[in-house]
């Protein structure tokens, strides 16, 4: 089936239950505001096989649009908020998009394509309008993963993509449960926020508490007023949780008294102090607004001391893995006696999973098959030849062991993606593209570095005799403004020396960070 045809079957299983919560709208009452959007979208000119960029924060208006422009047998594709009107350009061009559905304070002045403002009313619907049959194989959205200028990789996933990975959460039915609430702020644009705050509530019938920010105080008063029983979130985010509590508890001066509580709650509870313990814990839980039962983490690793923080709380602690190609998780934690600390789950549905080439510590490349894995890259065969094998298994790229429990361990990265605290990634060789370009560098190298306890995107520069400090900042800064901001490198180091480089002249990553910690290269901060 395709999406639309799995909204329907969806709406038949929960007709009654609150899908949109902040908006009041039930599954039966969606297909209403789609109709709508569809004849808006339709009168604009969208037809069968356009793509159509979708441009927003999480609105209701961005699901209408969604399942709007699969009604009317188009592609979407899924743009980052946080991109600039450069890279907006670059990526409808290579996509063939002719319309972007935008919030009106994205807009901007192109040839490229056409905005609509994906908040205007909806005035009128077609009733002679129906559903395009879409057949699965058809692609459902585009994404981009490795950078988005230069010569960027394009995520095609089909329905049967986005369907399978809908029906492979029902393993996740002892943590996900029909008529509940989860809390969705993580962006629905992106892969993670797609699978679980959109398609995983699709799928179990529960409902979907949108947030468009990310402000702290605006999701605690959400928490307060709507009490969420499953809220997903990027691990750091879970630190930033984890520390406030704690710190707020010291500042009362009785952390002594919580730590000890929720280190030996157990054996309080067999001698008969079990209301004791709960009447601790549900004072913390109550940050969460009270019914907080389930969460989620997923993006980058969970610290081991996060996850026990939360589990002592006693609430579930899910951790995932995947990515763009696999439409978001195909592995996601078992409920086992004791987790090893940085697993990250076991396949889900019919997802199979290889370790190859495996060491001596059993760390090898993980390889994936299922029907959520995509087909291969849009348009570069390149690619597509050296990330699949002739059995169809697609490489991820990364280094993974697997635990007794039958759940992997990330180990590495096959390539030198750097993964941000916000659980984003940035992609060294698109920066690197950017920074060669600047007269007087003579090769680059950016990695991902440890900063004052941060994880940032830092470049090392080898330049001309002539460079200074000073004139190389400024053109990193002017460099920087070209892509998104998280991406920005604003630590860096310089060096008239020549990278040290393997005989392909690839620079060796991994000497040069050594270099830098060994002090070898002058420092500098933008």
């Known amino acids: 089936m395709n999406m639309y045809e799995l909204l329907e079957k969806n709406i038949k ?12 709208i039930t599954f ?9 959007r569809a004849t808006t979208l339709a009168k604009a000119g969208i037809k069968p096989g356009d793509t159509v960029g979708l441009l927003s924060h999480n609105l209701p208006e961005f699901v209408f649009s969604l399942f709007a422009i699969w009604y009317l047998g ?7 908020t946080n991109l ?35 908040q205007a009313p909806d005035t009128e619907t077609d009733e002679s309008l129906k559903p395009y049959k879409i057949k699965d194989s058809d692609i459902a959205t585009l994404s981009f993963t490795s950078g988005s200028t230069g010569t960027p990789k394009i995520v095609p996933l089909t329905h049967k993509n986005l369907v399978s990975c809908s029906e492979s959460l029902e393993s996740l039915n002892i943590f996900l449960r029909p008529g509940e609430m989860l809390y969705a702020f993580l962006p629905l644009y992106h892969v993670f926020g797609f699978a679980v705050g959109f398609l995983a509530p699709l799928h179990f019938g529960m409902g979907m508490l949108l947030q468009s920010t990310i402000n702290p105080n605006a999701i605690l008063q959400d928490f307060a007023k709507y009490k969420p029983h499953v809220i997903p979130a990027v691990p750091k985010l879970w630190e930033i949780f984890r520390k406030k509590i704690i710190d707020g508890v010291r500042e009362k001066k009785k952390w002594w008294l919580v730590s000890f509580i929720m280190n030996h709650q157990k054996t309080l509870r067999a001698i008969g102090l079990g209301k ?8 913390i839980r109550a940050v969460f607004g009270g019914r907080a039962r389930c969460l989620v983490a997923g993006g980058a690793a969970t610290k081991p001391e996060v996850e026990k923080f939360y589990t002592q709380l006693g609430m579930d602690f899910v951790q995932g893995y995947g990515m763009t190609e696999t439409v978001g998780p195909i592995c996601c934690s078992k409920p086992v006696k004791k987790r090893v600390p940085f697993a990250f789950g076991a396949p889900l549905g019919d997802c199979c999973c290889e370790i190859r080439n495996a060491d001596e510590n059993g760390i090898g490349m993980l390889w994936v098959k299922g029907n959520q894995v995509f087909g291969g890259y849009l348009n570069n065969d390149a690619a597509n030849k050296e990330c699949f094998d002739k059995n169809g298994f697609f490489c991820t790229g990364d280094l993974v062991s697997i635990d007794k429990n039958g759940e992997y361990h990330f180990a590495g990265r096959k390539k030198q993606v750097i993964v941000l605290d916000s659980g984003k990634n940035v992609y060294p060789d698109e920066l690197e593209g950017l920074f060669i370009e600047i007269p007087g560098v003579k090769n680059v190298a950016v990695f991902e570095h440890e900063v ?13 005799p002539d460079m200074t400090m000073e004139r190389l900042s400024a053109e990193i800064a002017q460099k920087n403004k070209k892509v998104a901001s998280y991406k920005w490198v604003t630590h860096f180091a310089m060096t008239t020396d020549d990278l040290p480089v393997t005989s392909t002249q690839k620079v060796k990553h991994h000497v040069v960070r050594k270099y830098l910690m060994d002090g070898k290269y002058q420092e500098k901060d933008i």
């Open 452 to 464: 004052k306890g941060k994880t940032v995107s830092y470049g090392v520069f080898s330049v001309e």
């Open 28 to 36: 039966e009452e969606l297909p209403k505001y789609v109709r709508a």
């Open 276 to 283: 004791l313990v709960d009447k601790v814990l549900n004072q």
């Open 84 to 118: 600039t009107s450069v890279e907006y350009d670059n990526m409808t061009e290579l996509t063939d998009c002719k319309f972007v559905v935008a919030e009106k304070s994205f807009f901007y002045k192109t040839k490229n394509f056409k905005f609509i403002d994906i």
């Open 74 to 80: 188009a592609r979407v594709l899924l743009l980052d």
């Open 13 to 24: 299983r929960n007709p009654k239950t609150v899908f949109l919560v902040r908006e009041n």
